[in-house]
């Protein structure tokens, strides 16, 4: 029997999980976090991290800057890319993700279709990252790990999403239909 | 009874769906809507909304990645 053909390997690799597996297991795996690292998860305060490393790769130099200010921030900066575990956990989404769409025979190099996606893709990121920054949080730090330690933020936080995601979804009709 | 293709090889989700209500809105009763998809997220939501509308519907994995989702307008 061919190996697409084996219900395992359909139900593990190839079809999606049902949401309530994926559920059960971000929750899970948010405890193991917090009692491993002592802090929820993060996503995008870590690539704020990659950008400071990269601007020193390049003799820049963001001691005096505000948001890297704090005895923490200079902490994960000095000890580097290797000793971060929050670093270590983004490059394992990443590599997870790739192993996932590998293993599932679904990897593909899209096509980019129009200057449109490009300009929508930046100004999309970088309008996500400042967000993320000056709001303390994207949809994991400040929604998912927000509201799972009982705050009120992340219920804040989830209304403006849904705003936000109404604006959007209006300006995406309107720009790529 | 016509066949349309959709190409809608990168586009990223919601837009093969809205790209989909928009086409097969269009087509007659009996005419047949091909959807090409690279988007898994879309590979499972035009599926979904074309069966809950009432229509005929197959999916396929015609290679690494791509789909075509084939939607019989009934009504």
Known sequence: MALKDNEFYKMWFKDAWPYITGAVLLSAFQVFTLASTGSPWGVSGVLANWGAWLYEAVGGTVDKWYYFASVGAQRTLEGGFLSDTGSMRNVGIILGALFATLMASQFKIKKIKSWRQIAAAVLGGLAMGYGARIGFGCNIGALFSGISSFSVSGWVYAIFLFAGAYVGSKLLVKFFM | ?75
């Open chain 2, 1 to 75: 009874m016509a066949e349309y293709e959709l190409d809608c090889l990168g586009e990223a989700c919601p837009i093969p769906l809205v790209k989909a209500e928009k086409k097969l809105a269009e087509l007659e009763i009996g005419d047949l809507l091909i959807v090409l998809i690279d988007h898994s997220c879309a590979m499972k939501n035009v599926p979904e909304w074309a069966r809950k509308e009432g229509h005929n519907v197959e999916i396929e994995e015609v290679d690494d990645g791509e789909w075509e989702c084939v939607i019989e307008k009934v009504k």
